[in-house]
């Protein structure tokens, strides 16, 4: 059970404990990181793998690198999955994208070739991968280095506003929603729940630009008044901590007031995003 007892806190110590070791393996400067995936949104279950993003100071390194490396984490050898993104291509890519010209919600105004792109991508593999990595880090309770990646944060917070953050978050929510949840008798767990967080990101990021929280129960909190509808989601967070399948074999019936939560709440976020199109808030970390 001590996979069961693991969080992101004691990840993040085991990484802040073991840096030089990473870095020796790695092959690369860590500036600074955070949890990734289930565990950084308190979601994870006993079949959870534990993913780490990490930027790194590597000009040349003009790829994503994924790399396996197994460090001591509460006195037993774990397996990490470090994704590896150099900070010079980052702010190359903010700039980039700062420069483009675009209309939000981004993901509706794709081009047919821009959408045929990403088709069957992994995240990896995505346009503008290395700057949504970053805000993932951002936006995580649990940064390694923190006090230099607040530092670093403001040679480039004016490329990253709070409706960029909002329109990464839409742009996988609409997605997530029409291939996975829509007209579908079975929905797998993690997409209903991890759908249900960015929404719920995007909520506190519409009234606050502060950074909200990232573990799922607490931003439940905060962002969901229905109680209704938040003990259907807390069933389904108590279902997918049980589960002991891959996470695309966990699926789960199709509930329709979660199903028009979602809806609800894509139509409503598509319309801050048209309506903010200029807006220049950045987040506060």
């Known amino acids: 059970m001590k996979k ?14 073991s840096i030089d070791e990473i870095e020796e393996k790695i092959g690369y400067k860590i500036m600074f990181g955070a949890v990734g995936g289930s565990y950084s949104m308190g979601l994870q279950s006993s079949s959870s793998d534990i993913d780490f993003y990490l930027v790194v100071d590597k000009e040349q390194l003009c790829q994503a690198v994924h790399q396996k490396i197994n460090i001591l984490i509460q006195g037993e050898q774990r397996t990490i999955d470090f994704m590896c993104v150099s900070y010079q291509e980052i702010l190359r890519e903010i700039e980039t994208y ?17 959408k045929r792109k990403n088709l069957g991508k ?20 649990m940064v390694v280095n923190k006090k230099l990646a607040e530092t670093k944060y403001r040679e480039y917070m004016d490329g990253i506003r709070v409706v ?11 997605g997530n929603y029409n291939e996975k949840v829509k007209e579908k008798d079975f929905v797998p767990i993690r997409k209903y729940l991890y759908t249900i ?27 969901v ?7 259907k989601i807390i069933f389904l967070c108590e279902k997918n901590r049980q589960a002991v399948k891959d996470k695309k074999n966990e699926l789960v019936s199709s509930d329709e007031i979660i199903n028009q939560f979602i809806l609800e709440s894509i139509n409503s976020i598509m319309s801050y995003l048209k309506d903010n199109e200029y807006n220049s808030d950045c987040l506060c970390i």
């Open 4 to 17: 069961m007892n693991l969080n992101a806190g004691g990840i993040s110590q085991a990484v802040m404990h």
């Open 164 to 174: 960029d953050i909002i329109d990464y978050h839409f742009t996988r929510i609409y």
């Open 98 to 114: 700062k420069n483009m010209r675009k209309c939000y919600p981004t993901v509706i105004y794709r081009t047919e070739e821009e």
């Open 197 to 223: 967080h960015e929404i719920c990101t995007c909520k506190c990021l519409i009234h606050n630009t502060r950074k909200p929280p990232m573990n799922f129960s607490v931003l439940l909190d905060r962002a």
């Open 225 to 231: 008044a229905d109680v209704w509808l938040k003990n």
């Open 122 to 141: 992994g995240d990896m593999d995505r346009p503008d991968f290395k700057r949504s990595l970053l805000f993932r880090i951002l936006l995580s309770d």
